[in-house]
């Protein structure tokens, strides 16, 4: 969830960097070393209080030609600039890597039943409370057989959502880059995994 801290980490070097008195501020959008700081401590405020944020207003500092890297190019720490710029996009990044990514989530909401496909798997759209991943939970189990249960589910994206029917639902995540596994076939093992569904 919100890597947060690695953000505040960031923002604390920026704010640094920004207050040193050799700075250059004529080719950014700050009128001058307070107002920077000013800007970065009300980011801080916020990140250190827990309020959740648009992350496009943190781009926007950290974007090419943006106002850290205007006064890091006149002010001679262009390097470190960029170095922070790829620690701000990791922080950002696992800021959106939510736990319904890692693990199968039990908090997951049934959007819509599809209903069975021609062997009789059941494929349901469901969705994450927490970051609105769209997710595609396909179950198939044969009652004569003992150990046949098995599910998958696989995040899917607005567009495979549109033509996602009951029928396509396991070629549907047959073609993604992973889905998880479970159930009574594999043993009661789970994972992640990818390719033709057994
Ligand atoms: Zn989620």
Redesign the pocket.
């Known amino acids: 969830m919100p890597n947060t801290p690695k953000l505040v980490e960031v923002f604390k070097e920026v704010r640094e960097l920004l207050s040193r008195r050799e700075n250059d501020f004529t080719w950014s959008s700050w009128e001058g070393e307070a107002d920077a700081v000013r800007e970065v401590d009300s980011i801080l405020d916020q990140l250190q209080v827990g309020r959740a944020f648009d992350p496009r207003l943190l781009q926007v500092l950290f974007a090419p030609t943006g106002p850290i890297q205007e006064v890091s190019l006149s002010s001679g720490w262009g390097q470190e600039f960029i170095v922070l710029a790829n620690r701000f996009d990791e922080a950002l990044e696992s800021e959106s890597q939510?736990?319904?990514?890692a693990t199968p989530?039990s908090n997951l909401t049934a959007l819509k039943e599809l209903g069975l496909d021609d062997r009789f798997g059941e494929a349901t759209i469901l969705h994450?409370p927490?970051?609105?991943?769209i997710w595609l939970r396909y179950h198939y189990e044969n009652e004569a057989f003992a150990k046949s249960g098995r599910w998958f589910l696989g995040a899917i994206s607005p567009s495979q959502l549109a033509g996602l029917s009951a029928t396509n639902a396991r070629a549907t995540l047959e073609k993604l880059d992973w889905y998880f596994f479970g159930g009574s076939y594999f043993e009661g093992k789970s994972g992640k995994s990818s390719g033709m569904i057994p």
């Open positions: 939510c736990a319904c990514t989530q994450c927490v970051c609105h991943q």
